[in-house]
Every structure is written in C-alpha cells, then in structure tokens.
C-alpha cells in the first residue's frame, strides 16, 4: 500500500491542465499510462535518475481508474488533493453552487471519527 | 532596532477575493457584510505604518512535496511570484508579485538558527493563497517588502503545537532585535475547525463552532496555556479534519505573547468555516 504514490498520482495530475482533462475523460488509461510513465518519476530530476520501486497496488489502482474519491479517503490520500483535483474535474457538471461539494461530503456520510490516518 | 508595529492573525479563505469583486446575480449575499468586516479589520494594519511584512502561512502542496517536505522554512529571495494555476481555477485568485525584504529574511534565517530552530530556506518561492489571501485583505496595494514563512500544518508529521508557539516567541524577538529602524507587521493566517475533502465539509457552518468559540476565546485573550492545554496533534482531528491550520493562530499568539489580550477582535460565521481576525498593538509600537 502506498499513500504517497495516490498522492503522487493526485498532485502531480492536479498542477497539469492537460492531465486534469485527460483524466476526467479517460481515467483507466491516463492511471495506466501515469503508473508505466510517471510514477517513478523524481520530480525535480531531468535526466533520467527515477525511482525503481514506486507501484500502485490493485486497490489503489482502481479506485483511481473509477475515479472513487470515497475509496481514495478510505485509502488514506490526503483529502486536500483528492478534493482540489475532484472539484477541478467535476464541479462543472453541477448547476448549483457547491452542488459537486456537497455531493462530495454526502457520499463520505458513513466515515466516523477517526478517519483513516494520511500519515504517509 | 526595529519596531513591532502590529501582531496580525486571520484566517485566510480563498474566496474572499472572488466575493468582494462579483457583482449582480453572482455576488453573494454575505459578500457586502464580509467587505465591511475586511475594510475595518485592514484599518488594524493601515494605522500601524508598516515598512516591512513578515508573513506566516503554509504552502498548499505547491511548490513544497512529500519528497522533500521542511516542516519551518522562511523565503529568502528579493521577489516572489504568487499564485498558483489550481487557485486561479478554484478560486480565480489573480496573479502577483511581491518585493522581499532578504536583508530582514536573512536575519530571521541566522537568528532563528542560532536559537535552535533548525530552519529551512528558499531562494525562489512562489507563495500560495496563505500568504496573498491577508495580502489581498489587508494591504491590497502589495506595496510593502515581505519575509514569508512557511510551516507545515498539511503533511503528518507535524511538530508539536509547542514548537509552534514558540517558534512565534522566537519570531518575535528576532524581528525586533533586527538593527535597523523600521516598523515591521508580523502577519500569520490559519485556519479554525475546518473540514476539506472529507464528509462534514461545506456545511452551514464551520464543523466545530463549540472549538471555534473556545479558539476564538483562546486567541483573543492570549490564553496559550489553555491552548497548549486542550490542543494536541491527535486532538485537532476532531473538530474538523484541516483544523491543524490552527497551529498557525497558536504560533501568533506566540507572536503576541502570553497573556497579551488582542486590541482588535472580529469574527464571521460563514458556510464552511468561521472568519476570524485579530490584531495586536505591542507596547511602543502603535502609530
């Protein structure tokens, strides 16, 4: 299990327009291409160094690919960038104001205190 | 010697800005309440005379990652860029730009270090909305030289509450022994209860309006032994999953010091989360 590779996958997807669309309109294929591309990818680093041992787990890698933000907090991904990147991609599909935030929070109604840990 | 001219804590909502300039249909019907609050509430920094803002807010996962995370770190460069693509998306926060103050940044960073706060430094720093949100509140015309300062609220783990409390007792005393004759505003933003991507987000309210009232309370009466006494790193999951952006009021109030009462107290209940601004005028620097 890997937080930080879901929250890799959030963050880095979230500061790419292009990837924003590209993964509000094809979400199995963009999580398949990102896991064979981009997972291992040290952010700062141009010239090929990457990590060799970053790999989602089957869990994680569909709950990404169905675009399931409940199971993403079960998985413990840090809510601030499943929140931001899920606002980003579907809040325009909602004619009222808050209307995707809202629905967002109601199909977390069965988390309790504690939520699972994002301690990564 | 510089002067402490104001001990400034906020919140910081990011959709302030968008509210207070819609008009017609799409501007809501608490933005003129809000606006009236902020007016006042910039009149607090306005009457100080600021030279120089030091800023203390916390990076939203932008420029700062998992892989490389400080959790204290204070800009150093002789500008900053502000705002990110997802704010302006989000939030349709405008793009900006800032003078740094790097001689007071430098003071702070030698300063801090030498008093045992192994501080992290950064020559180029594109700062998010917990810096440029109190800008665009209080001091709109982005006029003044900034020190930003970064903690980590966001990314587990975290330091103590403690240790932010007295990083702020120790920001305040490297700021006022920097050598030169300028009047310096000491500016931090957080958060009270607040929920973000988990289930009791967006309501009416904030999540926890019985914390807020008591961190309200905490904060306006300078009460940091009751803070200390009640908040711990397990305990501020509770009123609301993001509530540790509170450690950026207890760091102000570190700022302000034990048992010094705020001379300006506001607050706004809003949808999502309470609105709340304080403002200390330490003895011998008020205009």
């Given at each position: 299990?890997?937080?930080y590779?879901?929250?890799?996958?959030?963050?880095?997807?979230?500061?790419?327009?292009?990837?924003?669309?590209?993964?509000?309109?094809d979400?199995?294929?963009?999580?398949?291409?990102?896991?064979?591309?981009?997972?291992?990818?040290?952010?700062?680093?141009?010239?090929?160094?990457?990590s060799?041992?970053?790999?989602l787990?089957?869990?994680?890698?569909?709950?990404?690919?169905?675009?399931?933000?409940?199971?993403?907090?079960?998985?413990?991904?840090?809510?601030?960038?499943?929140?931001?990147?899920f606002?980003a991609?579907?809040?325009?599909?909602?004619?009222?104001?808050?209307?995707?935030?809202?629905?967002?929070a109601?199909r977390?109604?069965?988390?309790?205190?504690?939520?699972?840990?994002?301690?990564? | 010697?510089?002067t402490?001219?104001?001990?400034?804590?906020?919140?910081?909502?990011?959709?302030?800005?968008?509210?207070?300039?819609?008009?017609?249909?799409?501007?809501?019907?608490?933005?003129?309440?809000?606006?009236?609050?902020?007016?006042?509430?910039?009149?607090?920094?306005?009457?100080?005379?600021?030279?120089?803002?030091?800023?203390v807010?916390?990076?939203?996962?932008?420029?700062?990652?998992?892989?490389?995370?400080?959790?204290?770190l204070?800009?150093?460069?002789?500008?900053?860029?502000?705002?990110w693509?997802?704010?302006?998306?989000?939030?349709?926060?405008?793009?900006?730009?800032f003078?740094?103050?790097?001689?007071?940044?430098?003071?702070?960073?030698?300063?801090?270090?030498?008093?045992?706060?192994?501080?992290?430094?950064?020559?180029?720093?594109?700062?998010?909305h917990?810096?440029?949100?109190?800008?665009?509140?209080?001091r709109?015309?982005?006029d003044?030289?900034?020190?930003?300062?970064?903690?980590?609220?966001?990314?587990?783990?975290?330091?103590?509450?403690?240790?932010?409390?007295?990083?702020?007792?120790?920001?305040?005393?490297?700021?006022?022994?920097w050598?030169?004759?300028l009047?310096?505003?000491?500016?931090?933003?957080?958060?009270?209860?607040?929920?973000?991507?988990?289930?009791?987000?967006?309501?009416?309210?904030?999540?926890?309006?019985?914390?807020?009232?008591?961190?309200?309370?905490?904060?306006?009466?300078?009460?940091?032994?009751?803070?200390?006494?009640?908040?711990?790193?397990?305990?501020?999951?509770?009123?609301?999953?993001?509530?540790?952006?509170?450690?950026?009021?207890?760091?102000?109030?570190?700022?302000?010091?034990?048992?010094e009462?705020?001379?300006?107290?506001?607050t706004?209940?809003?949808?999502?989360?309470?609105?709340?601004?304080?403002?200390?005028?330490?003895?011998?620097?008020?205009?």
């Amino acid at each position: 299990m890997s937080k930080y590779l879901l929250n890799k996958f959030l963050y880095t997807v979230d500061r790419d327009p292009e990837l924003v669309e590209r993964y509000r309109e094809d979400p199995k294929g963009t999580v398949e291409w990102w896991e064979a591309e981009r997972a291992n990818v040290i952010l700062n680093v141009l010239t090929g160094e990457k990590s060799s041992w970053l790999k989602l787990d089957d869990v994680e890698r569909e709950a990404l690919a169905t675009h399931d933000y409940p199971k993403l907090f079960e998985l413990g991904a840090h809510p601030f960038l499943t929140l931001t990147l899920f606002i980003a991609m579907f809040e325009r599909d909602h004619a009222e104001p808050l209307g995707f935030q809202l629905e967002y929070a109601r199909r977390l109604g069965h988390f309790e205190l504690p939520y699972p840990d994002i301690s990564t | 010697m510089a002067t402490i001219a104001a001990v400034i804590a906020s919140t910081h909502h990011p959709f302030y800005y968008r509210a207070s300039t819609s008009t017609g249909a799409d501007r809501p019907p608490f933005a003129d309440e809000w606006v009236a609050k902020i007016t006042s509430f910039r009149e607090t920094l306005t009457r100080a005379n600021p030279d120089v803002l030091v800023l203390v807010g916390s990076d939203h996962f932008h420029q700062l990652w998992l892989d490389n995370m400080p959790q204290f770190l204070v800009g150093k460069a002789p500008f900053y860029d502000a705002n990110w693509y997802n704010e302006e998306r989000e939030f349709g926060l405008p793009k900006m730009f800032f003078k740094g103050a790097e001689d007071l940044s430098a003071h702070v960073l030698r300063s801090g270090l030498d008093a045992g706060f192994d501080l992290a430094f950064s020559n180029e720093l594109r700062i998010d909305h917990s810096v440029t949100c109190p800008m665009i509140t209080l001091r709109p015309e982005c006029d003044l030289p900034i020190v930003p300062i970064y903690t980590n609220i966001f990314a587990p783990p975290l330091p103590q509450p403690k240790r932010y409390v007295q990083l702020g007792q120790a920001i305040r005393e490297i700021v006022a022994s920097w050598p030169e004759n300028l009047r310096v505003a000491i500016i931090g933003t957080g958060h009270l209860s607040l929920e973000l991507g988990g289930p009791r987000q967006f309501g009416p309210h904030g999540p926890d309006p019985e914390f807020d009232r008591k961190a309200v309370d905490w904060i306006a009466s300078g009460d940091i032994e009751k803070a200390l006494g009640e908040v711990s790193l397990e305990s501020l999951w509770e009123p609301g999953n993001a509530t540790h952006g509170f450690l950026d009021f207890m760091l102000m109030m570190g700022v302000a010091g034990a048992g010094e009462k705020a001379d300006y107290v506001d607050t706004l209940d809003l949808f999502h989360t309470m609105e709340a601004y304080f403002t200390w005028y330490p003895k011998g620097g008020q205009a």
